[in-house]
């Protein structure tokens, strides 16, 4: 039997074709369109539509359920640390140093590799779906859609900020004032393409942070985001005049940890079948730890 899901269009998604918002909003390839389209499987207000038909809000798009194809990545036997999982999602602990997804020449060896393979061993064939991004030296929580719905479901929650990270950092300094709001526009580095930096030009990032504690020229910060730029707590923290330790890239080398002392403490989201609030750990992984122990000694000292 036939399994369909019904989209109701809000304001802001008014005007787009019915095919833009299958590739935008659902995330539905090229294939999978021309797929639906050939099975009779979209329908606008209860009327078979053509792609090109445009949306207005409050219009009720309902689409056919594809099983996926694919992994969307080559699965790879590999460690994986499940935090949580329920029917629409799980959260994994990244470790430090490993990529969520491949990117550029790395097509292997990244946690969505694992993961895949994780759900071929189970017989679940499941495109991966990761949420949102940590970058390769950054640990902790990351969420990944077990399918389309969950995923738009799960980046609207971001952009309407019930999906809420929390971050830990350990920066130079010690930060004055104690807590605050960075509201800093990222943007591309006028001579790095790597890189990210403060540009009036760009694109609006907000940064809450809060100090946990402080030690002797060092700070343990908490952070949470109102925006999701590429690079966004480095470039704020350098910006401000505190930056993460072992940051390579926009901070300052330790000679305690080899990688920017960054961690995704936690994610907190509305769960999507029963929409009570769900909040996920993940523990502080062993170098991070280390550096906060060898601080606390440094001050008792």
Request: with cysteine; glycine share 6%; hydrophobic share 35%.
């Amino acid at each position: 039997m036939k399994s369909f899901q019904t989209y109701k269009i809000p304001s802001e998604q008014a005007g787009l074709t019915v095919e833009n918002y299958l590739k935008q909003i659902l995330h539905l390839s090229g294939r999978k369109i021309q797929k639906l389209t050939r099975q009779k499987g979209i329908f606008l207000n209860g009327k078979p539509v053509f792609l090109q038909r445009q949306l207005k809000a409050n219009d009720s798009l309902r689409v056919l359920v594809l099983e996926d194809e694919s992994y969307g990545v080559q699965p790879e036997p590999g460690i994986i640390e499940i935090l949580y999982e329920d029917a629409y999602l799980l959260v994994l602990n990244k470790p430090p140093y490993q990529l969520v997804h491949p990117t550029g020449q790395t097509t292997s060896g990244t946690l969505a590799n694992h993961l895949a393979y994780h759900l071929a061993e189970q017989g679940v064939v499941s495109t991966v779906r990761a949420v949102h991004r940590l970058d390769r030296e950054t640990s902790g929580c990351v969420i990944f859609a077990k399918d389309a719905r969950s995923q738009t479901l799960l980046e609207q929650q971001l952009k309407d900020r019930t999906l809420k990270r929390r971050y830990q950092a350990l920066v130079n300094g010690t930060v004055e004032p104690p807590s605050g709001t960075i509201d800093a526009p990222i943007g591309p580095h006028s001579r790095l393409p790597n890189r990210r930096a403060i540009n009036p030009q760009g694109e609006a990032a907000i940064t809450h942070y809060q100090t946990i504690r402080s030690f002797s020229g060092t700070s343990l910060l908490e952070l949470t985001l109102d925006t999701g730029r590429t690079h966004q707590i480095r470039v704020h923290l350098a910006h401000l005049g505190y930056p993460i330790l072992g940051d390579k890239m926009y901070g300052v080398r330790s000679p305690l940890i080899s990688r920017q002392a960054l961690h995704a403490a936690s994610v907190s989201f509305d769960h999507l079948g029963n929409k009570q609030s769900v909040t996920v750990t993940a523990p502080l992984p062993t170098d991070f730890a280390r550096m906060i122990a060898f601080s606390d000694s440094n001050e008792l000292n």
